[in-house]
T-cell receptor
């Protein structure tokens, strides 16, 4: 019940294309859903986050779509650039906020 | 404003030894969480410290222990190291227990 399932495991997108990464969760107590970006040898960097009171949040080229009834959320990267090539992790936590539960990650490669 | 800093960046230890990893939280943040990230996996929650007290623990054995100091910096101690403890250890700080978490660059621990 604590799992966050992320797909796909890897993704190749052409420059200028849209990258879409999906996550699904089971625990209905989760109420905070961040996405992190991680480059090799670095720690994860917070990209964008959403709470279940909204269905979509956009920041620049990055958009989170949230479907509470389906217990799914996704990250959309518009106009993908080679500099976006990294590993992306979705995560979830509940109101106690003690622990972030991470997905297994998606390795994105944007080809020029 | 300084970010989360961890030391050392790399460490090699022998099986059975003990190790201490250190983390300085971002300025103004009073909560520190530790995560273990195995190669190719998402980070896994070890424990969290809030105002110098443990505030939640993941599925890790007691040989993983920690401390938080009055300045909110933190230590992760691992006793009786095993080969499977080889991983990237990440520290994240936040303002409050359920706020956005910001990660350091991690400490790469190799147990031989």
């Amino acid at each position: 019940q604590q799992q966050v399932k992320q797909s796909p495991q890897s993704l190749i997108v052409q420059k200028g294309g849209i990258s879409i990464i999906n996550c699904a969760y089971e625990n209905t107590a989760f109420d905070y859903f961040p996405w992190y970006q991680q480059f090799p040898g670095k720690g994860p960097a917070l990209l964008i986050a959403i709470r279940p009171d909204v269905s979509e949040k956009k920041e620049g080229r990055f958009t989170i779509s949230f479907n509470k009834s389906a217990k799914q959320f996704s990250l959309h990267i518009m106009d993908s650039q080679p500099g976006d090539s990294a590993t992306y992790f979705c995560a979830a936590s509940n109101q106690a906020g003690t622990a972030l539960i991470f997905g297994k990650g998606t390795t994105l490669s944007v080809s020029s | 404003e300084t970010g989360v800093t961890q030391s050392p960046t790399h460490l090699i230890k022998t099986r059975g030894q003990q190790v201490t990893l250190r983390c300085s939280s971002q300025s103004g943040h009073n909560t520190v969480s530790w995560y273990q990230q195995a190669l190719g996996q998402g980070p896994q929650f070890i424990f969290q410290y809030y105002r110098e007290e443990e505030n939640g623990r993941g599925n890790f054995p007691p040989r993983f222990s920690g401390l938080q100091f009055p300045n909110y910096s933190s230590e992760l101690n691992v006793n009786a190291l095993e080969l499977d403890d080889s991983a990237l250890y990440l520290c994240a700080s936040s303002l409050g227990r359920s706020a956005e978490a910001f990660f350091g660059q991690g400490t790469r621990l190799t147990v031989v």
